[in-house]
């Protein structure tokens, strides 16, 4: 095994085993989290969502049958967010701060998309029923939560590229 395989191994374990302590520490917290920021945001629905034990919100929609929605450990942001920090630490090379800087910036972007995807799912049950709620958890909200991981992703690597002041200087080192 070369050195660089060694490195990469190496990065690959560490970026693996920050993600899952970080999942198994952070799972409970940033569901809470997470659901108070989804009843801020459906704020004017106020009278019909609180939060109950078990990191759910429980609705009780002005016509139909109360429901419950449980934010599970998946449903949460954290699993995108601890992985795109885990590649910004021990994957990406650049600055330490830079590399921080847009992890930052797409962490913020995932967390916020994923509580626009709760929060939609949670309208469409007030509105039209916990059965919609479901089918548009499953399709419209997957799909979305795919891509905002995604576009999260390539904004951090967005970030990550030289700017213009730098590429022009090192061109002219290059010379």
Same mark, same amino acid.
């Given at each position: 095994?070369? $050195?660089?395989?060694?490195? +990469?191994?190496?990065? &690959?374990?560490?970026?693996?085993?920050?993600?899952?302590?970080?999942?198994? %520490? %952070?799972?409970?917290?940033?569901?809470?989290?997470?659901?108070?920021?989804?009843?801020?945001?459906?704020?004017?629905?106020?009278?019909?969502?609180?939060?109950? @034990?078990?990191?759910?919100?429980?609705?009780? @929609?002005?016509?139909?049958?109360?429901?419950?929605?449980?934010?599970? @450990? #998946?449903?949460?942001?954290?699993?995108?967010?601890?992985? &795109?920090?885990?590649?910004?630490?021990?994957?990406?090379?650049?600055? &330490?701060? $830079?590399?921080?800087?847009?992890?930052?910036?797409?962490?913020? &972007?995932?967390?916020?998309?994923?509580?626009? $995807?709760?929060?939609?799912?949670?309208?469409?049950?007030?509105?039209?029923? +916990?059965?919609?709620?479901? %089918?548009?958890?499953?399709?419209?909200?997957?799909?979305?939560?795919?891509? #905002?991981?995604?576009?999260?992703?390539?904004?951090?690597? #967005?970030?990550? %590229? @030289?700017?213009?002041?730098?590429?022009?200087?090192?061109?002219?080192?290059? $010379?």
């Amino acid at each position: 095994m070369t $050195r660089i395989q060694a490195r +990469a191994i190496w990065a &690959l374990v560490l970026c693996a085993s920050v993600t899952i302590v970080g999942f198994v %520490l %952070l799972s409970g917290p940033m569901r809470t989290a997470e659901i108070a920021l989804v009843l801020a945001v459906l704020h004017l629905d106020a009278n019909q969502l609180s939060a109950v @034990p078990g990191h759910a919100i429980q609705a009780l @929609p002005a016509t139909g049958l109360a429901f419950r929605v449980e934010v599970t @450990p #998946y449903c949460s942001a954290l699993i995108a967010v601890l992985a &795109l920090g885990g590649i910004a630490g021990f994957i990406l090379q650049g600055p &330490l701060v $830079r590399r921080m800087v847009a992890f930052a910036g797409a962490a913020a &972007l995932v967390v916020v998309c994923n509580i626009v $995807r709760i929060a939609a799912s949670i309208w469409v049950g007030l509105r039209f029923g +916990a059965g919609d709620l479901v %089918l548009f958890h499953n399709w419209v909200g997957t799909l979305f939560a795919l891509a #905002y991981t995604l576009i999260g992703f390539l904004f951090m690597l #967005y970030l990550m %590229l @030289p700017k213009h002041q730098e590429t022009a200087e090192a061109l002219e080192v290059a $010379r």
